[in-house]
């Protein structure tokens, strides 16, 4: 339950350490482990929220290689423009749409490059004006609001960095130098460490708040054995349905006629 710190981990080391841990083979094999986890005994359960907003976001696969994007060529036809359906039912307000590149950079669009469906609020069509650069660029990425009931789990995670080879000082070497590139970014580690899954209705995030040396052993003669222990935050949500959670927008007495300006319209008939 660590999310992608234990990729952020081994992708550090490697990179941090490449004469020691990089090659085929690598002079010491490097393996990151996720072993026993366990809920915070200082956390009291969490018990599900009421129906309210929440953030959500989607990412789509996108390929904008001989597209015509802007919408005020004489030539524009919408319906040759890429478009994505979200996979949650958006609460009303800001919805932002980003480009997203192989480097990782996150172009926000404007909001005439989005036209969103009017009558189906999950559908939208991208249309980058002719002036937007899009080279590398191969996901969109929405963020946006819904209305869902979620609980948050506090949990102790126990991980396992496992060094082995046959050199005995190469292995003696790498232990000293592992441990020093953890503990030197250990916050880079921590902000790598997030994860978001989704099926259906439900999803889970999930987040690594700490990262702790707790020792160090030697599993066998050709192993060194690093043991950390990682502070977790697991956020399940659940998102409503269109006909669940909706907002009360008017309040008024049975019988009485609508009036649009009175949102809350009571009769209030008190015996004498």
């Known amino acids: 339950m660590t999310g992608n710190l234990d990729e952020a981990i081994a992708t ?12 085929a083979p690598p002079p010491v094999a490097l393996s990151v482990q996720s072993e026993t986890f366990a809920t915070d ?3 009291a359960d969490a018990p599900a929220s009421e129906a309210r907003p929440d953030d959500f976001s989607d990412q789509f696969s996108f390929n904008p290689a001989g597209i015509v994007f802007d919408p005020q060529d004489p030539a524009y036809d919408l319906a040759a423009l890429p478009h994505f359906t979200l996979s949650k039912p958006p609460y009303p307000g800001p919805r932002r749409v980003r480009l997203v590149t192989g480097a990782g950079d996150r ?3 404007g909001e005439r490059e989005v036209i969103w469906d009017e009558i189906d609020s999950k559908r939208f069509t ?3 004006v002719r002036t937007r650069d899009l080279a590398g ?4 990425q929405v963020l946006y609001g819904v209305i869902a ?3 948050l789990v506090k949990l102790n995670q126990v991980m396992g960095i496992v060094l082995e080879s046959a050199d005995a000082a190469q292995l003696e070497r790498c232990e000293a130098l592992a441990t020093g590139v953890i503990e030197l970014n250990r916050q880079a580690l921590l902000d790598a460490s997030g994860a978001t899954y989704d099926d259906g209705d439900y999803g889970a995030s999930v ?5 702790k040396l707790l020792e160090g052993n030697r599993p066998a003669a050709n192993q060194r054995r690093l043991v950390y222990q990682a502070e977790v935050e697991l956020k399940i949500t659940r998102a409503l349905h269109d006909d669940e959670g909706r907002p009360i927008v008017r309040i008024r007495t049975p019988g009485r ?4 300006q009175r949102p809350v319209d009571i009769e209030i008939d008190v015996e004498a």
């Open 137 to 140: 660029v191969e996901a969109v």
């Open 207 to 211: 987040k690594t708040n700490s990262l």
């Open 149 to 151: 009931v979620f609980t």
């Open 41 to 43: 005994p200082n956390a």
């Open 12 to 23: 550090l080391l490697k990179d941090a350490l490449p004469s020691l841990l990089d090659g």
């Open 107 to 109: 172009i926000v669009l």
């Open 257 to 260: 006629p609508l009036d649009p």
């Open 126 to 128: 991208l249309a980058p």
